[in-house]
């Protein structure tokens, strides 16, 4: 089995040994030592709790893939298939008017309902620039920035590492998916099926997080599924300030950079100063674009909140 691990559909810690029209099974992989394994089987257990809270809701306006079951002895498990495709961009771009009003009262009713499945945190003070790695970031623009860039471009992004630095705001942690992107959400157009799976992340974490995640920015839908999440929520659990309040521009604002300064900072990490041969020349000359992206993007997002 671990000859042919190149040949199944894995990814870091588990394998799909069977798959059909409808169900999945799962194993993990077979490199991993027992104590990892043992890891796995809990993590999965943990998940399968989260999935069933949510499930629970019945709320017909998304789809949650339920994991049937789960057997211990022999590390496996077995859970339903979600239907479509990746809620990607270039997906979301196709669909007409309609779904595509359907998909963002979709992710806010999943975004309230996970929120107050569980009590809802007192609000408390969160700087957002501990959600990044932060160190890194300072050092590779302080040290490291000008092997590749421009001195415009550096001291754009010293600027952006001090605005976000700084940046801190009022929030509550509330029951959280923890790792919305379009990975892990499918739609189906024929049917009209928004679908939400892998909540192995599933926990507490601050409330914006989830409204403001990756899906959303890249969909370009942030603005439109806070004010309809504004409109689903509990007011008499908790308030949400309105989306034209000068605050919540610029939670959202930074929270948008906040994701896309992560993705800066991964690929910063994978350059190099000698690169040793042609494949690292050219891995670097990727970096150094998708970098140059991120910045683009930034300064997209500051213009566009700057009206």
């Given at each position: 089995m671990t000859q042919n691990i190149n040949n199944l559909i894995h990814g870091r810690e588990s394998y799909i040994v069977y798959f059909g029209d409808t169900l999945i099974m799962k194993r993990p992989l077979p490199t991993l030592s027992d104590s990892a394994?043992?890891?796995?089987?809990?993590?999965?257990?943990?998940?399968?709790?989260?999935?069933?809270?949510?499930?629970?809701?019945?709320?017909?306006?998304?789809?949650?893939?339920?994991?049937?079951?789960?057997?211990?002895?022999?590390?496996?498990?077995?859970?339903?298939?979600?239907?479509?495709?990746?809620?990607?961009?270039?997906?979301?771009?196709?669909?007409?008017?309609?779904?595509?009003?359907?998909?963002?009262d979709g992710i806010a009713s999943f975004l309230v309902d996970m929120n107050?499945?569980?009590?809802?945190?007192?609000?408390?003070?969160?700087?957002?620039?501990?959600?990044?790695?932060?160190?890194?970031?300072?050092?590779?623009?302080e040290n490291k920035m000008q092997h590749w860039f421009r001195s415009d471009e550096i001291t754009y992004m010293?600027?952006?590492?001090d605005n976000i630095g700084t940046f801190e705001y009022e929030t509550r942690e509330a029951w959280s998916h923890c790792d919305l992107n379009p990975g892990n959400v499918l739609y189906d157009p024929t049917t009209s099926t928004l679908s939400f799976i892998d909540f192995a992340e599933a926990n507490y974490?601050?409330?914006?997080?989830?409204i403001f995640a990756p899906l959303q920015i890249e969909l370009g839908i942030c603005r439109r599924v806070y004010e309809t999440y504004c409109k689903?929520?509990?007011?008499?659990?908790y308030t949400m300030p309105s989306v034209s309040n000068d605050t919540t521009r610029q939670i959202m604002k930074y929270r948008v950079i906040c994701a896309l300064l992560k993705r800066f900072i991964k690929a910063s990490d994978d350059l190099?100063?000698?690169?040793?041969?042609?494949?690292?020349?050219?891995?670097?000359?990727n970096k150094i674009e998708f970098m140059r992206e991120q910045m683009q993007s930034i300064m997209n997002i500051e213009r566009q909140f700057s009206k």
């Open positions: 394994r043992d890891e796995w089987l809990a993590k999965q257990h943990r998940t399968k709790d989260a999935i069933d809270a949510i499930h629970a809701v019945d709320n017909p306006r998304y789809h949650i893939p339920r994991m049937i079951h789960i057997k211990d002895d022999e590390y496996q498990l077995l859970e339903e298939c979600a239907p479509g495709q990746h809620l990607t961009k270039d997906l979301y771009k196709k669909l007409p008017p309609r779904q595509r009003h359907e998909i963002i107050e499945l569980k009590p809802i945190g007192e609000i408390q003070r969160h700087k957002i620039a501990s959600e990044l790695k932060f160190n890194r970031l300072d050092n590779f623009i010293a600027t952006i590492r974490r601050f409330i914006y997080r989830d689903m929520h509990d007011r008499a659990k190099r100063i000698n690169p040793s041969n042609d494949k690292s020349v050219t891995n670097n000359m």
